[in-house]
């Protein structure tokens, strides 16, 4: 491995989302991706050359580069942790998709191998380093609210079964709204209120089956396996609260919402599960809110990993940390354990609140 210049990148999972990523990670002078590998190897070579990625192949192929320092897992939810200790077993850091794992064992088990091994594992979301919840974090931290007290985040959708065209995983253990959404919501929460102390949630499920409405299985029906709404009560360290909804279970999609409230004004975050966006600050005796805008994104899903890339280079803490991601879903587990008993229940892990990016942080710029 090069211990200078750029990172060395290869990716698991040809699927959907790995376009997205492939369009940042390729165009970052920081990281160099080197491969792409996929159980559908026609898949991962049709990736590979989309992107002009010089090879592809199977996993083992890619775990065999020696030239590859970070290996981004686009795996499904339910390989999460199996294929990032693999990774971890052949000395390569970790960038895992949301979320980390499916359980508290296993994501205790994959950062544990990860320190043991003197590596790293990093996880989505990613979104909270883009320009958007950056600037609202600013606000925040400077004072634009006051002392924050209370908050609500709201995602309210009819589902994805409408466009995507494997949507069947989605209504699956390890995902539902819960942990397929809440992971970009609860990040948020804490990014702005620190870490969750106590949660209580109750569960429903409209539908026992749903329909697929796009692409080639089109019409086919498939059976939910998860909860299809969740609503829960937060309780913060500091003695914030919040409350949240997590729904696929709505007829109509509505605007995301996430809005804190303090001491002294009231702000209104962009959607957490984008990188950019203004937000609305509403102060005491103020009629209309005023709009914070924030600079449009250089990037999006990927922005992690080369935060990651030049925290292993600098020899710091990334920001997007393995910690963070498991009191994330620490909290998700923890919400749904007490959706299924109707009784509260602790978050027994912890994260510190991850620090500001430097108002210039670049990342289209070589810096490496």
């Known amino acids: 491995m090069n211990p200078t210049g750029p990172v060395g990148v290869g990716v698991i999972g040809a699927g959907v989302i790995s376009a997205e990523y492939l369009r940042n990670l390729t165009r970052f002078p920081d990281v160099d991706v080197r491969y792409v590998a996929d159980l559908d190897l026609a898949r991962a070579a049709a990736r590979a050359a989309e992107f002009d990625v010089p090879a592809s192949g199977d996993v083992e192929g890619l775990l065999a580069d020696e030239t590859i320092e970070i290996v981004v897992n686009l795996t499904i939810p339910a390989a999460h942790a199996e294929v990032g200790l693999r990774i971890l077993d052949a000395g390569k850091h970790v960038w895992a998709e949301k979320p980390l794992a499916l359980d508290r064992e296993a994501g205790r088990v994959l950062l544990d191998r990860a ?196 925290a292993i280079r600098a020899g710091v803490a990334e920001r997007a940390s393995g910690a963070l991601a498991f009191h994330v879903l620490d909290a998700m587990v923890a919400i749904s354990e007490s959706a299924q008993s109707r009784q509260p229940v602790a978050v027994e892990s912890t994260a510190p609140r991850p620090a500001l990016l430097p108002s210039d942080w670049d990342p289209t710029a070589a810096t490496l």
């Not at 990014?191 to 697929?212: D, H």
């Not at 609503?231 to 909804?245: D, K, M, R, V, Y």
């Not at 729904?247 to 996430?258: I, K, L």
Request: charged residues 15%; negative net charge.
């Open 115 to 310: 320190e043991a091994l003197g590596l790293r594992v990093a996880s989505a979301p990613d979104t909270f380093l883009g320009p958007g919840l950056q600037n609202a974090q600013r606000v925040i931290a400077d004072g634009g609210i006051g002392t924050p007290v209370t908050a609500a985040a709201l995602f309210r959708s009819p589902g994805p079964e409408s466009w995507h065209p494997n949507p069947e995983f989605l209504f699956d253990h390890g995902a539902g709204p819960l942990f397929d959404i809440g992971p970009y919501y609860l990040t948020a929460l804490v990014q702005q209120l620190g870490p969750i102390g106590r949660v209580v949630a109750a569960p429903s499920t409209a539908r026992a089956t749903r329909v697929i409405g796009s692409g080639p299985k089109a019409g086919t029906v498939f059976e939910v396996r998860v909860p299809t709404h969740h609503a829960a009560l937060i309780e913060f360290e500091s003695g914030a609260s919040a409350q949240a909804i997590f729904s696929f279970e709505s007829v109509r999609a509505h605007p995301p919402t996430v809005e804190f409230n303090g001491t002294s004004g009231t702000l209104e975050l962009p959607d957490p599960n984008t990188f950019g966006g203004p937000s609305l600050l509403w102060t005491d005796g103020s009629e209309r809110p005023r709009e914070l805008a924030a600079p449009d994104p250089k990037a999006t899903r990927g922005t992690g990993v080369l935060e990651l890339a030049r």
